[in-house]
Nanobody, 126 residues
Framework: QEQLVESGGGSVQAGGSLRLSCAASGFTASRFCMAWFRQAPGKDREGVAT??????TYADSGKGRFTSSRDNAKNMLYLQMNSLKPEDTAMYYCAADTTRAGTWLCDMKLSMYNDWGQGTQVTVSS
């Protein structure tokens, strides 16, 4: 059974940092596109970063501040977030597209991902 479990969210002041983790089980995460999305209250869910076989992509909102990585041995995905802003406040979700293996460059479209975690809340105060 495929499962994604996020952790690491919390409350920080503007300018602070958080590291989100996503534990994957039931499949080998390194074989598939993985992504981070976020959803702020009253807003649509939006992509933050994707990580595929060879490339990591970032949405403009996080470029230069966010870094996505994964530990294949632990089947884990991470999102290091620095210089956090109040507008980064949202529920952050880990997602996987387990329908296609071996993708080099991953899409950031919501509809491409079939597995989702329950989310972890990030709150940034000014």
């Amino acid at each position: 059974q495929e499962q994604l479990v996020e952790s690491g969210g919390g409350s920080v002041q503007a300018g602070g940092s958080l590291r989100l983790s996503c534990a994957a089980s039931g499949f080998t995460a390194s074989r598939f596109c993985m992504a981070w999305f976020r959803q702020a209250p009253g807003k649509d869910r939006e992509g933050v970063a994707t990580i595929g076989g060879g490339l990591i992509t970032y949405a403009d909102s996080g470029k230069g501040r966010f870094t996505s990585s994964r530990d294949n041995a632990k089947n884990m995905l991470y999102l290091q977030m620095n210089s956090l802003k109040p507008e980064d406040t949202a529920m952050y979700y880990c997602a996987a597209d387990t329908t296609r293996a071996g993708t080099w460059l991953c899409d950031m479209k919501l509809s491409m991902y079939n597995d989702w975690g329950q989310g972890t809340q990030v709150t940034v105060s000014s």
